[in-house]
């Protein structure tokens, strides 16, 4: 393989830099003969473009920054996976930057700009209203597109996609009512991430239009911390109904309760958010909110590329339709 660079095609061909990334990148913009060389010394080098060499001309390097908190979760790998393939689709590159709970959010983002990325995909729902703001401000002041990805804002100006939480979890609040369930807990988490906040507020919001009192009990993701705490908590409360957050944490609070004696789901009917894998390997399976998050990174990837060309779009919060899968545990 070729290690000849652009450098290299620039000094044999006696042109410059930007003449030869016009000759990859707009051809037609270079007269005839000129455009006949290059790609003579191109060939003869067996020179192969590289996506910072595309760019120089139109000042694009074709790359994509995401910011990500963790990489653990079942469902940031399916995002990054239509994320990427979208990106793939589009000739562009990812860089993934990662945000843990002790990086200073100025520092990542102007991390991210520093790599001269063309977009950016924000997938980090643990950022409060300052922390979101002062990401927006940096990307804004270098130019640069910023999608939320299955990240809920408030801001009208900061597109975003993802599904109406909100929504789905009134909605199978409002179900689990209608069989007489009353002591329905949501199974959130310690940290408040975005879109936990607004399945929250979709349950309560159920819960109180039926006279009762939301039951939101918060824990860690980790098993080794949960199920202790279910473990405690439950064997001196009344439940017969409870919505998890994610899948991980409605099996593991299940396993516990069956443990207990419960049976799933006559005394006891489970929720999980997401349809991952977890669903299909619990005993019984089950029951989810399906989150298509798949879709929700390939959809994030389009727009933020259709924003990144200056292309007309319809709408920048994007708000993709979910189902409930009901399995053994409803």
Do not use: W
Not at 254 to 269: E, L, R, S, T
Not at 270 to 297: E, F, H, S, W
């Amino acid at each position: 393989m070729s290690n000849a660079t652009i450098y290299d095609v620039a000094g044999k061909a006696e042109v410059s830099l930007a003449t030869v990334s016009r000759v990859l990148n707009n051809p037609e913009k270079v007269n005839e003969a000129t455009r006949e060389k290059v790609l003579k010394v191109i060939k003869e080098l067996g020179y192969r473009p590289n996506a910072i060499a595309r760019g120089l001309a139109s000042h694009k390097t074709t790359t994509v920054g995401i910011m990500l908190s963790d990489v653990t979760r079942a469902s940031t790998s399916q995002l990054l996976g239509g994320i990427i393939d979208i990106a793939k689709k589009y000739s562009y590159s990812i860089k993934i930057f990662s945000m843990s709970g002790e990086t200073d959010v100025l520092d990542s983002i102007r991390d991210v700009v520093a790599e001269q990325v063309d977009g950016i995909l924000l997938l980090n729902d643990e950022l409060d209203t300052r922390q979101m703001n002062i990401i927006k401000e940096q990307a804004s002041n270098a130019n640069i597109p910023l999608v939320l990805t299955n990240v809920i804002s408030d801001d009208p100006e900061l597109p975003s996609v993802a599904i109406d939480y909100f929504g789905a979890s009134y909605d199978i609040t409002k179900e689990l009512l209608a069989q007489s369930r009353k002591d329905i807990y949501l199974l959130s988490t310690v940290t408040r991430y975005s879109v936990n906040l607004q399945k929250e507020a979709g349950y309560a919001k159920a819960m109180e239009e039926a006279g009762l009192e939301a039951r939101v009990f918060r824990t860690s993701g980790d098993l080794s911390i949960n199920t202790p705490h279910f473990e405690e908590y439950f064997e001196t409360h009344k439940v017969d109904g409870a919505i998890a957050v994610r899948d991980s944490i409605a099996v593991s609070f299940m396993n516990v309760m069956i443990n207990k004696g419960y049976n799933v789901p006559k005394d006891i009917a489970v929720i999980g958010y997401q349809n991952t894998k977890y669903a299909m390997l619990a005993r019984p399976k089950l029951t989810c909110i399906d989150t298509p998050v798949y879709d929700i990174g390939a959809v994030a990837m389009r727009l933020l590329t259709k924003l990144i060309k200056g292309e007309e779009v319809d709408s920048i919060k994007i708000v993709l339709p979910h189902k409930v899968i009901k399995r053994e545990t409803f």
